[in-house]
């Protein structure tokens, strides 16, 4: 029986690493009002990366894009994003700096497994408002960036 566990364990682990590696291509953009059944998602998505974050698009970049969730009145749904490659994706996120002071009202965010996210929420549950800011996630994992800017793995017991 405890061989059976440990191999179940191992193969949730890997399929959860496997689910993270599919999502390193995507990214969830929070913000963008819907517009109906001709809303043009990727076209609106690609100009506010031109616009917005200033990066230039020479060529298809986006793979596939859609809204997730239920619908809802005045809270638009998170559009998922899906892209060529995972380079463009992370140019996108270190380009997000662009957005400070802006006030557009969209955010941009890692496509995260729910049980990251859930950790994600969980951890910043746990701290001060004004210490949320330092619960960041990378490669779709979820880290607290200390003092001295290093991250801190935070693991889910």
């Known amino acids: 029986i405890e061989l059976l566990e440990s191999r179940t364990i191992k193969l949730g682990q890997k399929t959860l ?5 599919n999502r390193s291509f995507n990214l969830r953009f929070y ?3 819907e517009r109906g ?5 990727e076209k609106r998505v690609s100009e506010f990366l ?9 060529h298809p970049v986006i793979e596939n894009c859609h809204r997730a969730g239920v619908k809802r009145v005045g809270k638009p749904r998170p559009i998922i994003v899906r892209f060529h490659s995972r380079p ?3 140019l ?4 997000l700096t662009k957005l400070k002071g802006q006030k557009l009202g969209i955010t941009v965010l890692e496509d995260l497994t729910k049980q ?3 950790l994600y929420y969980k951890t910043r549950d746990g701290l001060d408002d004004t210490e949320k800011h330092k ?15 290093s991250l801190t793995l935070v693991k889910d017991h």
Request: proline share 0%.
């Open 88 to 90: 463009f994706r992370q």
């Open 135 to 149: 619960v960041v996630t990378r490669q779709g994992r979820v880290y607290i960036r200390n003092a001295d800017k």
């Open 50 to 58: 031109t616009k917005n974050l200033e990066i230039k698009i020479h």
């Open 31 to 33: 913000g963008f009002e």
């Open 37 to 41: 059944t001709n809303d043009n998602i």
């Open 116 to 118: 990251m996210l859930n």
């Open 92 to 95: 996108i996120l270190t380009s």
């Open 17 to 21: 690493d496997l689910e993270r590696y």
